[in-house]
């Protein structure tokens, strides 16, 4: 793998402790294009499942298209690093990407300065509270996120 370097960058390698992230495209790859409605059976069978203060993320588009992932800790790492609770074994990722924190049956979605951005319902973000349907994007992966059925029927009308 070859390390993606600025331009003036005269280093001829990198060493292995060095992140090899590669940047993904321009910013008209990153367009948010909702996902309509179109859950399985299965999905939504797993989103009513839900106990209350979980979460679902589950992924829409990426090589893991499919996946399921439970958000039931206070903490859930993102990331291309192999100890990750999230592992998305893509150069488009990096290391340390983000995290989900959970308060109650909040969640947030916090960017670890990732190289290539994350982003929720289409705007590069920082930080985010996540909200039932929310697309959120690592890198090439774009994922739904839904709440316990139990905790938005418990939501304060806003």
Do not use: C, W
């Not at 106990?51 to 800790?73: C, E, F, K, Q």
């Not at 074994?89 to 340390?96: A, F, G």
């Not at 890198?139 to 905790?151: E, H, I, M, T, W």
């Amino acid at each position: 793998m070859r390390r993606v370097s600025g331009a003036g960058d005269d280093r001829a390698d990198a060493s292995p402790g060095t992140d090899t992230t590669q940047t993904f495209g321009h910013e008209s790859d990153l367009s948010f294009v909702p996902f309509g409605s179109d859950l399985s059976a299965a999905e939504l069978e797993a989103i009513d499942a839900l106990p209350h203060g979980a979460a679902l993320l589950i992924v829409r588009s990426g090589p893991t298209a499919g996946a399921r992932y439970l958000l039931d800790t206070d903490v859930t790492t993102v990331g291309r690093h192999p100890e990750a609770d999230i592992f998305f074994d893509d150069v488009t990722v990096s290391r340390r990407h983000a995290e989900i924190t959970r308060q109650e049956a909040s969640f947030e979605l916090v960017d670890q300065r990732s190289l290539n951005g994350t982003y929720v319902d289409g705007d590069r973000v920082d930080r985010a509270a996540l909200r039932n349907g929310a697309e959120v994007r690592v890198g090439k992966f774009r994922l739904n996120f839904f709440v316990s059925p139990a905790d938005l029927a418990q939501a304060p009308d806003a």
